[in-house]
């Protein structure tokens, strides 16, 4: 999925506030389409995963009840600006999105 990461993050202090927003449909696989009447597949986020100048510093585990195109916000110390910060994330049909964005 082109361009389905947009990230922010913002050095203030010695924390790095990162906000996040990623575009995916994060279908639960429990809703029906209204005109077939067919179960919608599920199609949701399982991982995300922050790396900063190559290390993992932050991971989280997704199912289906996080909304459609998630909002995520976090806070990292110990990174200065410049830095580059890369997050990805992988779903449960093997799609997979990573953007990158300089800590500013």
């Known amino acids: 999925m082109a361009k389905s990461i947009k990230i922010r993050a913002k050095l203030s202090g010695d924390v ?4 996040a927003l990623i575009s995916h449909p994060m279908e639960t696989g429990f809703r029906k ?3 077939t009447g067919k ?13 900063v100048k190559g290390n993992t510093v932050f991971t989280a585990q997704w199912g289906p009840a996080v909304s459609k195109n998630p909002y995520l916000a976090f ?6 600006k410049g830095d580059i910060l890369k997050l990805s994330w ?3 049909k093997g799609e997979s999105a990573s953007a990158e964005a300089a800590i500013r």
Do not use: Y
């Open 16 to 19: 790095t506030k990162v906000k």
């Open 90 to 92: 992988v779903d449960n």
């Open 39 to 51: 179960k919608i597949p599920a199609h949701f986020i399982q991982e995300v995963v922050c790396d």
């Open 33 to 35: 389409n209204k005109k």
């Open 75 to 80: 806070e990292l110390k110990n990174v200065a």
